[in-house]
């Protein structure tokens, strides 16, 4: 059992939840419950990649509402609804906010399970995603305030003559910084180093 | 100038005057009897004067007997024109007086045709000549005659007559008639026997002047007669006045029936209309209008009713649809009463149009019962939905036990403890699914409560075990007070659990906010009247406002739901005779509180 397997049920009804970590339990899947999402809230986070089963109506905080807050926190956990009583505007409200799937109660095995197992995936891949930003974002920080605006102009696609003169600068101090920004950032191409700026939302500032 | 010609010709020509005046009266109206007569009294008294002016000129005996005759016949109709004038003009004379009168003057006149020389003289010595008032006048010399007494006691039996009669119309009520006619003529009556006796006993020499004291009596009535005429002139124009009056009082009601809205109408009690201020819409074959006529026909023995209290209670009350000429109708609010018309019982009514009134009322009861209806559908709809997700939850247990089981049966080595924790998991949410089933069935079996003995403290229990999940996931701290003893009741078992476990719910709902402070629910019941009360009392948000309308169809303070889960519990609840109320506790929260009747009033 690898930490890639961990599911998380929040469901206020507890003999389901009994029921459902059996049967994930069976399946090989590492299982937490928790009885309502403030006790989610309250309790440790649990380590991601990750896979949330949420009950949408408990009574208190409801499905929508902590998915809402782990989406503002930031969270790479999964969330896979399991509800009752879901209506369309719930599900699509649901998907929107970036849920995995949107199934009702009772549910089959299979669904539940392939349903989980592409959470699981998504949780995966948000986790790698935010590792390389994180990465990126770190390389970045070793750069000087210049360099910054170096890279942003580079970025924007201008010719060093044009950097320079709108830095104040000439020509050749333009490429110094540059080298160094290319060096720093482990860019071996401009193509490249655009991707890195993408990835770290820069290009987008244009002030 | 001889005075005596000019006295008697003007008294015969002033007597025929009065009479011709007379005539013509009578003539235009036939009924004016008292007219007839005074024209023939006057007329005679003519005549009379006439004879007595001819017998004071008369030279020869023979013709002065010729005269006689005349002149008795005269006297004869003067005396039955005057008995028939008081007769039919004071109209309070004995019958038998007058007949006895006519009847002596008959005698008279015959005993003056038969008897010879004449009835006042035995015989007739000759004629004398006198002076009278400066002038020269026959006058006859004889014995008179005893049998001259029958036209003297004729007079007195007259006077008397008038004397009766007189009286009578003065006790009758007619005073100045009967004092200015009958007295008048009773004097001069008297005053001619008195002179009459004088002359014919030789005591005082005087002509025959009858005539003189009959024409008093016919200057007399000729007064009262004009007195009459104008009075009733006066009583003309007064009456011309009265009209103008009542004409202009007719107008002003006219103005009122017709000025008043809706239908205005005065009936008698055979129902015809005499003044009403609207065309009937079926004016009936006949010539008189009915008041049924302005109504359907359906909607006649209710008229008929409500007319009939009115003459006889004095007043009535009724709503009916009126129909207008054009064929149309409308709502009208009646109000009728009873008044008497020349003593005989007549009805006014009216009627105002309510017909806007009315359809707002059909609306207002329209829409009630749309409303009615769809919070019906409404609450079943909630209703199976809640029981939809009920029924969803053991369903969802079951399966994902199931699967569980059968993954662990595909073990190698399968794990009994666990299969068994499973299949025991499993038939207790069977158990619940089919109690879910059971409840939907008895709240959709609708129609008359199966009522069975219930001990409150079972109900309490059974309601507390069905909900041990919700009130463990809770965490709130649940208090039970039962007394020891506590009387049964009749009721429909389930829903009345439901109740209860609604208001429990919304308890635990109410306290979910609650935080640090705890939560604590406090489930008692008490026996109360003749009945039981039941009451869940939480330390949660308490009601928003206090009043009846959270107990409204669609009223909800929570995100979801309908709002029909206390309007559904006040309904089985009153189903069974009871009362749910909520009050605001003095610290936090809020109580819900029902009252069970031991034996609901089965109606």
């Known amino acids: ?207 | 100038m001889n005075w005596v010609i000019v006295a008697w010709t003007g008294a015969t020509s002033a007597s025929l005057m009065l009479a011709a005046i007379h005539l013509f009266v009578w003539i235009r109206n036939r009924k004016a009897w008292a007219s007839l007569m005074f024209c023939l009294m006057a007329a005679c008294t003519a005549g009379m004067a006439g004879c007595e002016l001819a017998m004071m000129r008369v030279t020869d005996v023979n013709q002065l007997g010729a005269i006689l005759q005349w002149y008795n016949l005269s006297r004869w109709a003067v005396t039955l024109a005057l008995i028939g004038f008081m007769h039919f003009y004071l109209g309070a004379g004995r019958p038998w007086l007058e007949l006895t009168v006519i009847g002596l003057r008959t005698l008279a006149l015959l005993l003056n045709l038969f008897v010879s020389p004449n009835a006042y003289y035995s015989s007739i010595d000759g004629l004398n000549r006198i002076i009278f008032f400066g002038q020269a006048v026959t006058v006859v010399e004889g014995i008179p005659n005893p049998l001259m007494l029958v036209g003297q006691v004729s007079m007195l039996v007259l006077a008397a007559y008038l004397v009766d009669t007189t009286w009578r119309a003065y006790t009758a009520g007619a005073y100045n008639r009967a004092l200015r006619v009958g007295s008048s003529s009773v004097f001069f009556v008297l005053a001619l026997s008195l002179q009459t006796m004088l002359v014919l006993w030789g005591v005082v020499e005087a002509p025959i002047m009858a005539s003189l004291f009959f024409l008093g009596i016919v200057g007399v009535m000729a007064f009262e007669l004009s007195e009459d005429m104008l009075r009733s002139t006066r009583l003309a124009e007064n009456l011309q006045q009265r009209e103008v009056d009542l004409r202009r009082e007719r107008k002003l009601t006219d103005a009122v029936f017709q000025g008043a809205p809706g239908l205005l109408f005065l009936q008698s009690q055979d129902g015809v209309i005499r003044r009403w201020n609207k065309r009937p819409a079926n004016p009936s074959e006949v010539i008189e209008t009915k008041i049924h006529d302005f109504f359907r026909k359906e909607d006649h023995p209710a008229l008929s009713e409500s007319l009939e209290k009115t003459f006889s209670e004095g007043s009535a009350n009724f709503e009916l649809d009126l129909l207008h000429s054009d064929g149309s109708a409308s709502r009208h609010f009646f109000s009728t009463v009873q008044i008497e018309i020349g003593e005989k019982p007549h009805l006014i009514g009216i009627g105002i149009d309510v017909s806007a009134e009315h359809a707002l009322g059909l609306e207002l009861a329209l829409q009630k019962e749309k409303l009615a209806r769809v919070s019906q559908i409404a609450s079943m709809s909630e209703l199976s939905s809640s029981l939809a997700h009920e029924i969803n939850q053991p369903l969802a247990i079951i399966l994902s036990n199931a699967e569980a089981a059968q993954r662990q049966l595909e073990l190698p080595v399968p794990n009994h403890n666990e299969l068994r924790d499973i299949l025991k998991d499993i038939v207790a949410a069977d158990i619940r699914a089919a109690d879910v089933i059971r409840r939907l069935r008895s709240i959709l079996q609708r129609g008359q409560p199966v009522l069975k003995p219930v001990a409150p403290s079972s109900l309490l229990n059974n309601v507390l075990r069905l909900l041990k999940t919700d009130l463990d996931n809770s965490g709130a701290l649940v208090s039970k007070k039962i007394p020891k003893r506590l009387p049964n009741f009749l009721a429909d078992r389930i829903p009345v659990e439901q109740v209860l476990i609604n208001l429990i719910k919304n308890a635990l709902e109410a306290m979910h906010g609650n935080g640090t402070r705890g939560k604590s629910l406090i489930l008692s019941c008490a026996a109360e009247g003749s009945g039981v009360r039941f009451s869940v009392r939480d330390n949660g948000c308490g009601l928003p406002e206090s009043g009846d309308w959270i107990f409204e169809a669609f009223h909800t303070t929570k995100p979801t739901g309908l709002g029909l889960g206390l309007k559904i519990s006040q309904t089985i609840i009153q189903a069974h005779g009871g009362r749910l109320w909520a009050e605001v506790n003095k610290g936090r929260g809020a109580s819900f509180h029902f009252h069970l009747p031991l034996r609901p009033e089965t109606t």
Request: hydrophobic share 45%.
């Open chain 1, 1 to 207: 059992m690898n930490e890639s397997q961990s599911v998380i049920l929040i469901d206020d009804e507890t003999d389901l939840l009994k029921a459902l970590r059996r049967l994930l339990k069976a399946e090989g899947f590492q299982v937490a419950c928790h009885t309502s999402a403030a006790e989610f809230l309250a309790a440790a986070r649990p380590p991601s990649p990750g896979c949330i089963v949420l009950d949408e109506s408990m009574p208190g905080m409801t499905g929508l509402d902590l998915q809402r807050e782990l989406v503002a926190e930031g969270s790479t956990l999964a969330i896979v609804f399991l509800t009752a009583r879901g209506d369309i505007p719930m599900s699509v409200r649901a998907m929107k906010a970036g849920a995995v799937d949107f199934l009702t109660k009772p549910v089959k095995d299979k669904d539940l399970i392939s349903s989980i197992r592409m959470g699981l995936k998504k949780s995966a891949d948000l986790e790698l995603n935010k590792n390389e930003v994180d990465l990126l974002r770190g390389r970045f920080e070793t750069l000087t305030d210049r360099e910054r605006e170096v890279l942003k102009f580079v970025t924007q696609g201008l010719p060093n003559k044009q950097i320079a003169a709108s830095l104040g600068l000439v020509e050749q101090t333009i490429k110094v910084h540059r080298s160094r920004v290319m060096t720093k950032m482990r860019a071996e191409s401009l193509a490249q180093l655009v991707v890195v700026a993408e990835r770290l939302g820069i290009t987008s500032q244009e002030s």
